[in-house]
């Protein structure tokens, strides 16, 4: 009996969709790739709608299992097939667990805010950005930023000595904020790790797809 194929509902405009894909790249999850055309509205559809009623990216369709929300998902993936990304060690998988919510709570929340101000608005006709809710923003971005800077400073990786799914996770929301124009200068550990994210061969293909 065949195992059903890992469908990824995808966009590469959505940097959460990035960072799931390159978690399934990373771990050798088999994955067949769905563009979903946010720019026509795909979406919104009724069809898509039921797989994900938020109406977002990324979304995973392992046989009758269906999955929403990035975070989700690169774990999800990651239990499936094991890997460095996700140790069987509890106390770091706790870690890995606080620096994705560290993400969401804080970081990732900052970048979004610069993600549509600064492009969304203009991409869909919804007017000019709210330049105090960017300069708001830019605030929060850079005082979170300097937390993952220091945490950065004594390791290659913000776990352990290898790229984890923390590390692919703050990944993406760097990516979102400099893709922003958020503050992202002026972090030299941030840089420097940011790079080695960069260069992995699952984040190269996903710069691709």
Request: charged share 20%.
């Amino acid at each position: 009996m065949l195992t059903p194929a890992l469908r990824l509902h995808y966009h590469p405009a959505s940097y959460n969709a990035r960072r799931a894909l390159a978690v399934a790249f990373h771990v050798g999850a088999p994955v067949e790739i769905v563009v979903c055309d946010l720019m026509a509205g795909a979406q919104g559809t009724p069809a898509f709608r039921a797989l994900n009623p938020n109406g977002l990216v990324p979304v995973l369709e392992d046989g009758d299992f269906v999955l929403w929300e990035s975070m989700a998902i690169a774990q999800y993936l990651a239990d499936k097939y094991p890997s460095s990304a996700w140790p069987a060690d509890a106390r770091a998988r706790a870690d890995i667990t606080r620096w994705q919510a560290w993400d969401l709570a804080h970081f990732g929340r900052a970048a979004d805010v610069l993600l549509f101000e600064n492009r969304l608005k203009g991409m869909f006709g919804l007017g000019a950005p709210n330049e105090v809710a960017v300069a708001q923003a830019e605030a929060a971005f850079t005082k979170h930023a300097k937390v993952l800077d220091a945490q950065l400073a004594s390791r290659p990786y913000v776990v352990g000595d290898a790229p984890t799914l923390a590390d692919f996770a703050l990944a993406g929301t760097f990516g979102s904020a400099t893709y922003s124009g958020g503050p992202v200068t002026g972090f030299a550990n941030i840089d420097r790790w940011y790079g080695k994210m960069q260069a992995l061969p699952a984040w190269e293909r996903v710069s691709k797809t």
